[in-house]
C-alpha cells in the first residue's frame, strides 16, 4: 500500500519555466490538498480539492493552479516559476474533507527555482 | 494576520521530563483543533486532536488541552523521549469542509 506518493522528490528549477508537481493517492479519498512549506512561516496552504471535479484557493495560490480530474490524481502547476516559489511542497489528501478527518501527508518535493 | 500562533520556534528538554508545546489562536470560530509531527525529510504525520466541546484529550504519553477562554492550547508529552525530537504543528479549524490552519511549528529536542 502506498498512501501517498510525490513526484519527483526534488527538482532545481530555472525562472520562468513551467513545472508540475505530481500527488496520487490510492485511498480513494475524496479530499486533496496541496500545502508550501518554508522556514518560520510552517505549512502553508497552496490548493485543495473536497471531490473530484472541484477545487478551491487555499492561502497562497497565487502563481499555482491546479486539477482534479479524478479521485487519485491532483497535479500542481507552476505556469512560470520564480524564485519565491522555492519550497518544499507537500500533498495531503484526506477521506471526505471534514475538519475532524485526519489528513495523510506524502514525503515532499523539494522545489528550487534560480 | 497569523490566527494560529505557536510563539516557541525550539524546545529543549531532557529525556524523561515533560515536554509542553504552547499554541495559540485568534479565531474565538475555531472549534477542531490538531497536533502533526514531522521528522526531517518526511511528511507530517497525524498526532492527536481535540474539539471544543472538550478541555482535555488523552493518548498515551500525549494529551492536549484546550482553554477556550484563554484560545490557547497545549500539548505535553510525558515522559518525553529521543524518538520525539521532531517539528509539532498545530492546527485549528472551523466545523465543516473548512482547510486547517496551521502554525509555523516549534522543533522539539528532547535530550538523552
Known amino acids: 500500500i502506498a498512501g501517498i506518493t510525490q513526484a519527483p522528490t526534488s527538482q532545481i528549477l530555472a525562472a520562468g519555466r513551467r513545472m508540475t508537481l505530481r500527488c496520487t493517492q490510492d485511498?480513494?479519498?475524496?479530499?486533496m490538498y496541496w500545502y508550501r512549506q518554508d522556514l518560520g512561516l510552517g505549512l502553508r496552504l497552496i490548493h485543495y480539492?473536497?471531490?473530484?471535479?472541484?477545487?478551491g484557493k487555499g492561502e497562497v495560490p497565487d502563481g499555482y493552479s491546479v486539477s482534479r480530474a479524478n479521485t487519485d490524481d491532483f497535479p500542481l502547476t507552476l505556469a512560470s516559476a520564480v524564485p519565491s516559489q522555492t519550497s518544499v511542497y507537500f500533498c495531503?489528501?484526506?477521506?471526505?474533507?471534514?475538519?475532524?478527518?485526519?489528513?495523510?501527508f506524502g514525503p515532499g518535493t523539494r522545489l528550487t527555482v534560480l | 494576520d497569523q490566527q494560529v500562533k505557536q510563539n516557541s520556534p525550539s524546545l529543549s528538554v531532557q529525556e524523561g521530563r515533560i515536554s509542553i508545546l504552547n499554541c495559540d489562536y485568534t479565531?474565538?470560530?475555531?472549534?477542531?483543533f490538531l497536533w502533526y509531527k514531522k521528522y526531517p525529510a518526511e511528511g507530517p504525520t497525524f498526532l492527536i486532536s481535540?474539539?471544543?466541546?472538550?478541555d482535555k484529550n488523552e493518548d498515551g504519553r500525549f494529551t492536549v488541552f484546550l482553554n477556550k477562554s484563554a484560545k490557547h492550547l497545549s500539548l505535553h508529552i510525558v515522559p518525553s523521549q529521543p524518538g520525539d525530537s521532531a517539528v509539532y504543528f498545530c492546527?485549528?479549524?472551523?466545523?465543516?469542509?473548512?482547510?486547517?490552519?496551521f502554525g509555523k511549528g516549534t522543533r522539539l529536542s528532547v535530550i538523552a
Open positions: 495531503a489528501s484526506s477521506d471526505s474533507g471534514e475538519a475532524i478527518d485526519t489528513q495523510y
Open positions: 485511498m480513494r479519498h475524496n479530499a
Open positions: 480539492s473536497n471531490t473530484a471535479g472541484t477545487t
Open positions: 479565531n474565538s470560530m475555531f472549534d477542531y
Open positions: 481535540i474539539s471544543s466541546i472538550k
Open positions: 492546527a485549528a479549524s472551523l466545523s465543516g469542509n473548512t482547510p486547517l490552519v
